[in-house]
C-alpha cells in the first residue's frame, strides 16, 4: 500500500505541468495508468478472480500499475511495450503484457511479438480503470479467460473507411502454443494451449463501436502435470457501445459451442462531472447473476474517483459463479461488494 501512496502523491504533484515531459523526444513517449481501491464484501467466502475480496477491508484487491513505452522508428515502422502490476501479481514482480514491433504500410499493418488478446471491447485497456465507467471489466465476460490477457504472435490489420464517417477493421491473428499457470476455485492449475488462430472485426463510427471476435484453441487443463480437463473451444464474442443523447450503452456476449453464453449491459449517463452507471450480467447459463451501481466523478482530467455497490447471486453449490473457494455447507450463495477506487493515467 505504502507504494501507492507515494507514486500517487508524487503523479498529482506534476498534474500542472506539461504532459511533454514524458516525451522523451519526438520518437518515443513514456505513458502509464493504475488503480487503487478500498473493497469490501458482507460474505467471509471470497469473491471475483485473482481479486478475493471478502469480509475484510482491502486496499490491494484492485491494484494496478502500468507503464507503456511507445516508440515510433519511422513512418512505417514502430514498437510498443507496456508491463503491468496486475492484481494477481507483486510489484517487484509485473507482467509484460505486450511488447511488439509493427510494420504498416497503406491501410495495413503486421504486428509481430507480445500482444493481447483481443476477444472484446475492452480488450485493448483491460488494466487502464480510467478508461471505462466501472472499476472493474464486467467480471461475467472478462473472467472467463482465467486471467490469461495476451499471446505471442502474429496479427494483421486492415483498414477501410467505406464513407467519411465509418471505419472498417479487419484482423485475423494466430498465437504460438504456450502454457500459463493460473488459479481455479484457490488451486493452481496450468493451462497448456497448441497454437491457436483468430479472427476480429471493428465497425466505428465516432463514438459509436461495433465488435466481433472469434478464437479456436485447444488446451490441456493441468494440475501436478496430469490433465485433468481438456478444452476444444470454439469462441465467438459481440459487443457494442453506443452513445446516445449522453447515455452510454455497451453490451457484449461470449459463446462456445460447449458452455452457454455469457453476457453483460451497462448503461451510463453523462451528467457533467459526475457519471452515474448501472450494469447487469449472467454467467454460464442464467444460474449466476451480477448487479452493479456506481457513480464515477473526475478530480482532475487524468485522475477520476469511483463509487461502487455491486451484488452477486449464485447456485447453492459448492463451485459457484463468483467466489474463488471450494465451499461446504452451509454454502453461501450472494455478496454485496463495496468499492471505493482511485484511478489515474498520465
Not at 468499492?339 to 489515474?344: C, G, I, K, R
Amino acid at each position: 500500500m505504502k507504494h501507492w501512496i507515494i507514486f500517487v502523491l508524487v503523479w498529482m504533484a506534476m498534474f500542472k505541468t506539461s504532459a511533454q515531459q514524458y516525451e522523451f523526444n519526438d520518437a518515443i513517449r513514456l505513458s502509464g495508468f493504475g488503480t487503487f481501491s478500498l473493497s469490501r464484501s458482507d460474505n467471509h467466502v471470497p469473491v471475483f478472480t485473482y481479486r478475493d475480496i471478502h469480509d475484510e477491508w482491502c486496499a490491494d484487491c484492485d491494484s494496478t500499475l502500468g507503464l507503456q513505452l511507445d516508440w515510433v522508428i519511422n513512418d512505417q515502422l514502430r514498437s510498443s511495450v507496456q508491463a503491468v502490476k496486475r492484481p494477481q501479481d507483486d510489484y517487484s514482480d509485473p507482467e509484460l503484457e505486450w511488447a511488439y514491433l509493427a510494420y504498416t504500410q497503406g491501410n495495413s499493418t503486421l504486428k509481430l511479438g507480445r500482444l493481447r488478446i483481443p476477444m472484446f471491447l475492452l480488450s485493448e485497456y483491460y488494466y487502464v480503470s480510467a478508461a471505462y465507467p466501472w472499476i472493474r471489466p464486467p467480471h461475467d465476460i472478462y473472467d472467463s479467460f482465467a486471467g490469461v490477457t495476451h499471446y505471442n504472435g502474429a496479427a494483421y490489420e486492415w483498414q477501410y473507411w467505406p464513407t467519411e464517417q465509418l471505419q472498417l477493421k479487419i484482423s485475423p491473428y494466430i498465437a504460438a502454443a504456450e502454457e500459463n499457470d493460473y488459479q481455479f476455485f484457490g488451486k493452481p492449475f496450468t493451462l497448456d494451449s497448441n497454437s491457436a488462430y483468430g479472427l476480429t472485426v471493428d465497425l466505428l463510427q465516432d463514438d459509436h463501436q461495433l465488435h466481433l471476435s472469434y478464437l479456436s484453441v485447444d488446451s490441456d487443463q493441468k494440475q501436478n502435470g496430469t490433465t485433468v480437463y481438456h478444452y476444444d473451444l470454439n469462441m465467438l464474442s459481440a459487443g457494442f457501445n453506443y452513445l446516445y443523447r449522453g447515455y452510454n450503452i455497451a453490451m457484449e456476449t461470449l459463446y462456445d459451442s460447449g458452455l452457454f453464453a455469457d453476457w453483460y449491459l451497462g448503461i451510463s449517463r453523462d451528467m457533467g462531472n459526475w457519471l452515474p452507471y448501472v450494469q447487469y450480467g449472467q454467467l454460464r447459463g442464467h444460474a449466476n447473476q451480477t448487479y452493479l451501481l456506481g457513480v464515477r466523478y473526475p478530480l482532475t482530467p487524468r485522475l477520476v474517483v469511483n463509487a461502487e455497490w455491486e451484488y452477486v447471486r449464485s447456485p447453492r453449490t459448492p463451485l459457484s459463479g463468483h467466489f474463488t473457494q471450494v465451499q461446504t455447507t452451509p454454502i453461501e450463495n450472494d455478496s454485496h461488494i463495496f468499492t471505493l477506487a482511485l484511478s489515474f493515467t498520465f
